[in-house]
């Protein structure tokens, strides 16, 4: 039986269908009819190089000058923290401050002063974000002072364990105020790109 189809399908000639005359003109007219060619607009792109141009230079000009030109806090190497007053300048009453009375309050006293000093340094202050490092800066100078006065009752009445522990608390609260603020500055910053993302949608 296999051999039969083939014996049948080795002389079939498969009719292809003519088309009549004028046939393929008329489908293209029906083509273009439901489906017209969009008219190519020949927009130069000269002008929207230039455009492009300027507004890359522009963007650059503002970005160097904001990076180059904005005032950032002083870092000038002094330490921003006081940790003893020249109260006195005659050599005979030395400044008492707790790092003086045992290596461990030392070690404390040091880490919470450099741990500030680093805070403080690494802070960027902005226009945007100025009000609100003022305001912390403000605080940091309150307790600052408070310092000075705990130290300086350190040294007219001696060490006491109250003294100690508020000169300690001190420096901890300064410390713990410097990372709140950098949550602050973080969570205004994501704020900020969050709404300039919305923007853009």
Known sequence: MAQDIKNLLKDYQPKSPKLSKGHEARFEALLDKELPK????????????????????FGLGYAGFQYFYEKPIDTTGEDIVNVSEEKNNTPETPVLTIGDLSPDLKKVEDFYVTGINMQLASLE????????VDGYLLRLEELDKAYLSLNKELNEV???????????????????????????LKELKNLDNENYNNLQA
């Open 38 to 57: 969009e008219k190519q607009s020949k927009v130069s792109f000269f002008w929207l190089k230039i455009a492009a141009s300027v507004v890359i230079f």
């Open 125 to 132: 202050k902005t226009p945007e974000n100025k009000e609100l």
């Open 158 to 184: 001696g060490p006491t364990e109250a003294t100690i522990n508020a000169l300690i608390d001190n420096l901890q609260l300064r410390l713990e105020l410097l990372f709140k603020l950098k949550n602050k």
